[in-house]
């Protein structure tokens, strides 16, 4: 069940009981939160390429956040004139690149072996 549906859900249960002062500033909220959600949407749509919003979508099943991270700086790079053409595929694949080389981190793996002290290691058998 995604936000959407949730969001009828909770549209329709208002709506069935009637409605307080409190639910009501939450519909508000809520509907302020769509409205910038849909603004946010249209500029991405202004910015980028269809073929690169469809890679943007992609990513968000695995990478949610770091999805929104690209938005929220092309956004931002809109706003102060950076972008001079709409981004295509390759440019957008190219800046998640410089941003994995930025934020990328060495990983390293450490074994630590635990000693077991076995007292059947220690027994000497005589076989002669």
Do not use: C, W
């Amino acid at each position: 069940m995604d936000g959407s549906d949730l969001e009828a859900i909770k549209a329709q249960l208002g709506g069935v009981g009637g409605g307080s002062g409190a639910n009501d500033k939450g519909k508000n909220d809520n509907g302020e939160m769509s409205k910038q959600e849909e603004q946010r949407q249209t500029m991405l749509t202004q910015i980028l390429t269809p073929d690169a919003m469809l890679r943007l979508r992609q990513m968000s099943i695995v990478k949610q956040d770091k999805v929104r991270g690209v938005e929220d700086m092309l956004i931002r790079m809109a706003r102060m004139n950076q972008i001079r053409e709409r981004v295509t595929e390759e440019r957008l694949k190219e800046m998640l690149m410089q941003i994995n080389a930025e934020h990328d981190k060495e990983t390293q793996i450490v074994y630590s072996r635990k000693g077991y002290d076995d007292s059947d290691d220690d027994v000497e058998y005589d076989f002669e």
